[in-house]
């Protein structure tokens, strides 16, 4: 059964920092690209960076473009996600999902884990 | 970056009603759409890929149809379970988009 199960969020102050990890179970997770998506209180979703499965091919959206850094590690069946220069507006449930193929995109979602943003 | 816009924002429905969510790409993503179901707290869950193939253990009265920039999600007959919120997303690009959503609600 694939599982993907994050962990790391908590209530942090804006300027701070936050390390997610998500642990991969039940596939070869090394086969695979990932993505981080995240979800503000009562808002929808927005994707916020990939991974491409070598670790090579990393992409980020604008919003977070120099503050988030996207990594893996295969051996371990990990994805992570390191946050920096939290911001208010970063406060959201953060979730990790895998690209099952270029063709049939993601299909299996984390349960997320919510990070909060305030002074 | 490809916007989407998801039409209606909210749709009042009874069980066993047929309903339509339309989503619009900004410019052709052929067939890379996918279509989400959420309900509150949990994760999204995968109903339709490539814009019209059905996830394994989605229901049969779940469809989806288009290509290009004009998509279509639709629910056959409404049921009790079906009362979400639906989600399309492109993936034509490595940076994907989500439309705004559409709250399914009993009317």
């Known amino acids: 059964e694939v599982q993907l199960v994050e962990s790391g969020g908590g209530l942090t102050q804006p300027g701070g920092s936050l390390r997610l990890s998500c642990a991969a179970s039940g596939f070869t997770f090394g086969d695979y690209a990932m993505n981080w998506v995240r979800q503000a209180p009562g808002k929808g979703l927005e994707w916020i960076s990939y991974?491409?499965?070598?670790?090579?091919?990393?992409y980020y959206a604008d919003s977070v473009k120099g503050r988030f850094t996207i990594s893996r590690d295969n051996a371990n069946n990990s994805l992570f996600l390191q946050m920096n220069s939290l911001r208010d507006d970063d406060t959201a449930v953060y979730f990790c999902?895998?690209?099952?193929?270029?063709?049939?995109?993601?299909?299996?979602w984390g349960q997320g884990t919510l990070v909060t943003v305030s002074s | 970056d490809i916007q989407m816009t998801q039409s209606p924002s909210t749709l009042s429905a009874s069980v066993g009603d047929r309903v339509s969510i339309t989503c619009r790409a900004s410019?052709?993503?052929?067939?890379?759409l996918a279509w989400y179901q959420q309900k509150p707290g949990k994760a999204p869950k995968l109903l339709i890929y490539?814009?019209?193939r059905l996830e394994s253990g989605v229901p049969s009265r779940f469809s989806g149809s288009g290509s290009g920039t004009e998509f279509t999600l639709t629910i056959a007959s409404l049921q009790p379970d079906d009362f979400a919120t639906y989600y399309c997303q492109q993936y034509n690009s490595y940076s994907r988009t989500f439309g705004q959503g559409t709250k399914v609600e009993i009317k």
């Open positions: 999902v895998r690209v099952i193929s270029r063709r049939a995109g993601d299909d299996y």
């Open positions: 410019q052709s993503i052929n067939f890379y």
């Open positions: 991974i491409g499965s070598a670790g090579t091919l990393i």
């Open positions: 490539m814009a019209s």
